[in-house]
């Protein structure tokens, strides 16, 4: 009598294999996987609408992959009603597999780099506990060049966006004059918030200061993650109340602070922008003159030299 071995399977060519070798066999390819995570999010989808959104992949490897993953049971195709063309959906074996391809998720958002954890420098703030597995996946990427805008003046705000890449700037525009009034750096959160809020068009331009990628999240999609749960209501507040906090800081700087005081607090909310945005820009968002920025990293250096 053969002995029953529970943690092995017979694969194709009649050897016993381990459930990773059957796993492997049955999901072991890139369109496959695509294939899941998009019934995961989208439901039952026709077969056209699943290549549209698989879009390179040919109606071909399409079918060969569909065609595997149903006789696997990952996959059923249904007949809604007669006459209508049939969907394809996920069978018992493709929602089992749900909570493997969320892990699958996060281990590869922490293998990789990651989406951005701070709403934008200066904030002290904890930042609540969120699923940033389920976040990505409402997410699109989008990539600008140098000078391309996300946004300008005269637009609703309809996006949070995530810097994955890259250093942007918002600026109001007064009598020809450019004003910088927001810096948005790698691991920040761009956003017009006033408008995306009110759903009222904005007064500042978003624009690229250097090539950048961003990982964008829609005001309607939002919204749905806002209120679903508490966690995602927090995390909007978390987000809000950093911008707030940001612009009083940098309100307060203007009133109190000398031009050496206002580079600080700069340097402290934007770490490393000297080495990212010109001189110009940041004389700009400081509210002076390049040459009196100037004068004040000239002392700022003496300093340093003195105390060394």
Not at 38 to 61: C, D, E, H, N, Y
Not at 89 to 107: H, S
Not at 185 to 200: E, H, M, N, Q
Not at 247 to 257: A, D, G, P
């Amino acid at each position: 009598m053969k002995k029953q071995v529970s943690h092995l399977d017979i694969g194709k060519d009649g050897q016993e294999h381990g459930g990773v070798n059957l796993a492997i066999e049955t999901f072991g390819d890139k369109w496959k996987f695509k294939i899941m995570e998009v019934l995961f999010q989208q439901g039952p989808m026709r077969f056209t609408a699943i290549q549209k959104s698989l879009s390179p992949i040919s109606p071909t490897v399409l079918s060969e992959r569909l065609n595997h993953l149903e006789s696997s049971g990952v996959v059923v195709r249904q007949q809604p009603t007669q006459g209508k063309p049939s969907v394809y959906n996920l069978g018992e074996g493709g929602l089992r597999a749900r909570p493997v391809m969320d892990e699958l998720e996060k281990w590869g958002r922490h293998t990789r780099k990651g989406i951005p954890l701070q709403p934008g420098a200066g904030s002290d703030i904890e930042r609540p506990s969120i699923d940033f597995a389920l976040l990505k996946k409402m997410m699109t990427v989008r990539k600008l060049k140098k000078g391309e805008y996300l946004m300008r003046e005269g637009d609703v705000c309809n996006f949070i966006g995530f810097v994955e890449t890259g250093a942007m700037r918002s600026f109001l525009s007064h009598d020809g004059e450019e004003m910088n009034n927001d810096f948005y750096l790698k691991d920040g959160i761009v956003c017009a918030l006033t408008s995306f809020l009110s759903r009222r068009p904005t007064n500042c331009n978003i624009q690229a200061l250097a090539d950048t990628e961003l990982a964008l999240i829609s005001h309607e999609r939002y919204q749905v993650l806002v209120d679903s749960q508490l966690e995602w209501l927090r995390f909007a507040k978390w987000v809000s109340d950093s911008f707030f906090m940001r612009k009083c800081r940098r309100e307060t700087s203007f009133l109190k602070h000398s031009t050496t005081e206002k580079l600080v607090m700069v340097r402290n909310m934007f770490p490393g922008i000297d080495q990212i945005v010109s001189q110009y820009h940041i004389a700009s968002y400081m509210g002076v003159r390049a040459e009196s920025l100037s004068r004040s990293k000239l002392v700022d250096h003496q300093n340093k030299n003195k105390r060394n």
